[in-house]
């Protein structure tokens, strides 16, 4: 398994003891055993390839623990990744054609209103290019 960012995370333990490093969130918990309030500590790990197919195939998860007394402990999924984002280029694009379009709607004699702050410079360029060739 490797060890995955975990959402929201508050610390990272370990590091100091020689280890990689391990994000955890830390939670309070409404605890069956322990009751609420019960403080938890939660880290995410995702499979190598290898280990998907294994999981697919059947095979059982295995939680090692150093020392001889384990603390209590909960294993469960956590939710699924978002949806990748719209490749750099795309939204490069759809940001250009939202700005081209309220500025070519303003456009009037070779005056166009300001452009809008989310945009780099070489947005704004690449508009100004535009927007000079309908002259």
Do not use: F
Not at 75 to 88: R, S
Not at 122 to 127: K, L, N
């Amino acid at each position: 398994m490797i060890i995955a960012h975990i959402e929201g995370a508050t610390r990272i333990c370990g590091k100091a003891q020689g280890y990689r490093g391990l994000p955890l969130r830390d939670e309070v918990i409404n605890d069956a055993v322990n009751g609420e309030g019960t403080p938890a500590m939660v880290t995410a790990w995702q499979p190598t390839p290898e280990e998907l197919a294994a999981l697919n195939a059947g095979a059982s998860v295995h939680v090692r623990i150093l020392g001889t007394k384990p603390p209590p402990m909960m294993v469960g999924v956590g939710p699924a990744p978002e949806p990748a984002a719209a490749p750099a280029q795309d939204a490069l694009a759809a940001r250009i054609d939202d700005a081209t379009d309220v500025i070519v709607r303003d456009y009037s004699g070779g005056k166009y209103s300001a452009l809008p702050p989310c945009l780099t410079n070489d947005e704004r360029s690449m508009i100004v290019r535009a927007l000079r060739s309908l002259k």
